[in-house]
């Protein structure tokens, strides 16, 4: 949001004062840091806050020292929200209540756990600090990340992207080689990054290919490894592999088709909504220390992703992963066809002028049809028939683009609702594209 729109919404809410309105104009004061009239709105509040919104208001008044707001407004019953809480009393002199409901939350969910608050009452057990002693045998939980870990790959493997490859070794790779650099101007290693863009184009391909850039382990997660039936089971798979990760820096963690767990909570049920908050409560430094951990995701419906995942300090960085252009789409061609016989006569730069729209995984598709055609040939002739330029010709009556779709609702959600700029690539690429 910008400071043009706050001020209108403070018009309107001068006009129609609504809880609604006033919890939308405290989070947009926070963000824009414009916060001067900030307390005028909080006693319009309607509480308790919802969740998704409780944790950065509460974090934004504390940051900016309003100690008792964030006393007033945070749900003590709500493990992360009563850290926050805890903080503040803190801040007031109220040690022994501070210290209570800091106890309270951290029994309730370890995972909002602050190492500083550990070490100040004495939760110190070891490196690791733990206030509580788990009893019962942990079969289900995280025994450790070897089931998850990937082979890793180089960019050399994934055809064209240039432009994208580029912005991944600036912002994600250097701080990766170079810690010490970055720790000396007070820049933070790991965080998160999301890619998204339409099916096939080589998101997956590429956060592997980061990893094996970074030098790093590669950890690749998706839904089904973390949802579990019982309640309560998700939230702690999801927590082992997280802080499992923290002890293996560094490395990547990659969360595939980000969607299925951390989609929107208005269109959830509510065993979803814990799982988000759990997922959130991971992500964010408040809670632990991440440095090291670089989590990846990928999805191909980003408006289908919890706002709050977007925010700063979380996946905070979204890099779009187009489809090919003509000259990818020869490359990738090329590329899949390097090891498979062929009678040279293939131009790969006439069959990109004519697979417009083509993703990634279309154009391996189109090969491996090519090769079964030039199979059968060879298995009526008794002898191997190379791929030729009629097998590919053949092949392309039965392909057909798959981005396009994807294309057309991307431009609706980039020109509707492109909130703070996070579509302006997909634009770019439409505007040229002619689309
Ligand atoms: N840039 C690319 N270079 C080479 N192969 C690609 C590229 N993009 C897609 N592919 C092919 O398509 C397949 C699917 O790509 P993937 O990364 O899984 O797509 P998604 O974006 O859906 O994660 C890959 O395994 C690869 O065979
Ligand atoms: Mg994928």
Redesign the pocket.
Known sequence: MDAKTLSNLETAFKAAPSSELAKVIVLAQLELGATEGLLDYLGHLELPLEQVDALPIGQGLLERGHHQAVIDLMDREVPAQAVLLARSLLALGKDQEAKDVYAAAVEQAPAVQSEELNVRWGYHGGARPRLRVVERPDEDAVADLTKYRQETTSFD?????THIKKQISKKIILPFQKPSLYQRFRKKVGGGVLLF?P????????ARATAGECNAEFYSIMASDVLNLYIGESEENLHGIFEKARESVPCVLFF?ELEALAGKREHSRNANMNLVSQFLAEMDGFAQNNSGVLVLA?T?VPWSIDGAFLRPGRFDRMLF?PP?DEV?RAA?LA??MRERPSDGATNYKLLATKTRGF???D??NLVEMAADEAIEESIEANREIEIQPSHFYHAIQDCRPTTTEWLTTAKNYARYANDGGRYNDVLSFLKAHGK
């Open positions: 493997d994934v055809v064209g992207l863009g099916p096939g184009c080589g998101k997956t391909l590429l595939d990928s191909n992963v090919p990818a990738i590329h899949h993703s990634g995984a154009l391996y």
